[in-house]
T-cell receptor, first 113, second 115 residues
Framework: EAGVTQFPSHSVIEKGQTVTLRCDPI?????LYWYRRVMGKEIKFLLH????????ESGMPNNRFLAERTGGTYSTLKVQPAELEDSGVYFC???????????FGPGTRLLVL | AQSVTQPDIHITVSEGASLELRCNYS??????LFWYVQSPGQGLQLLLK??????LVQGIKGFEAEFKRSQSSFNLRKPSVHWSDAAEYFC?????????????FGDGTTLTVKP
């Protein structure tokens, strides 16, 4: 069984540019989560999809971040325009319906210069 | 609000020595607790989890953790550390509602293993 995959693994962009991160969850997992770790601090929750619906987006830092999960399969997280403080590692996780345990992807390392 | 504290930012142990990583949590109800490990360049791998029942939980790679409600702790242990255990370890607490389950993480503890 394939795990959670994320693309790209690394991204280096300049302040003001746009970046789109992609997450492919484990097949059949209704729940999809985005987390990020900034500056070696704790891993913080961003948002949670159940299928294509946003269940909880309380962790989204501001309106420069837009997450979508069209069709309830893969998800994208767009940062537009990117700021220096957006640098960090963005993790995606997925889980089965009504399950608490999550499977994490390898993360996307974003560096904004 | 739920929170997790990992008091030790960095721990160094000798190969073959025992290991204990500390984790304290704050949560209003019965917590769902996890330990994850992240090796360099890898994603987060679940080591073990506690939902209910036996308070001593066995995980992968020879790790175990003990839930102590009176101390609000969920410390991770391993009797004999291997060089491949060098990594960053995260404790997390999860909430559970139908179709929920977001986790709150601690800051992580980096483990260095000396030869």
């Amino acid at each position: 069984e394939a795990g959670v995959t994320q693309f790209p693994s690394h991204s280096v962009i300049e302040k003001g540019q746009t970046v789109t991160l992609r997450c492919d969850p484990i097949s059949g997992h209704d729940n999809l989560y985005w987390y990020r770790r900034v500056m070696g601090k704790e891993i913080k929750f961003l948002l949670h999809f159940v299928k294509e619906s946003k269940q909880d987006e309380s962790g989204m830092p501001n309106n420069r971040f837009l997450a979508e999960r069209t069709g309830g399969t893969y998800s994208t997280l767009k940062v537009q325009p990117a700021e220096l403080e957006d640098s960090g590692v963005y993790f995606c996780a997925s889980s089965q319906r009504d399950s608490v345990g999550q499977y994490f992807g390898p993360g996307t390392r974003l560096l904004v210069l | 609000a739920q929170s997790v504290t990992q008091p030790d930012i960095h721990i160094t142990v000798s190969e073959g020595a025992s290991l204990e990583l500390r984790c304290n949590y704050s949560y209003g109800a019965t917590p769902y607790l996890f330990w994850y490990v992240q090796s360099p360049g890898q994603g987060l791998q679940l080591l073990l989890k506690y939902f209910s029942g036996d308070t001593l939980v066995q995980g992968i790679k020879g790790f175990e953790a003990e839930f102590k409600r009176s101390q609000s702790s969920f410390n991770l242990r391993k009797p004999s550390v291997h060089w491949s255990d060098a990594a960053e370890y995260f404790c997390a607490v999860g909430s559970y509602n139908t179709n929920a389950g977001k986790s709150t993480f601690g800051d992580g503890t980096t483990l260095t293993v000396k030869p």
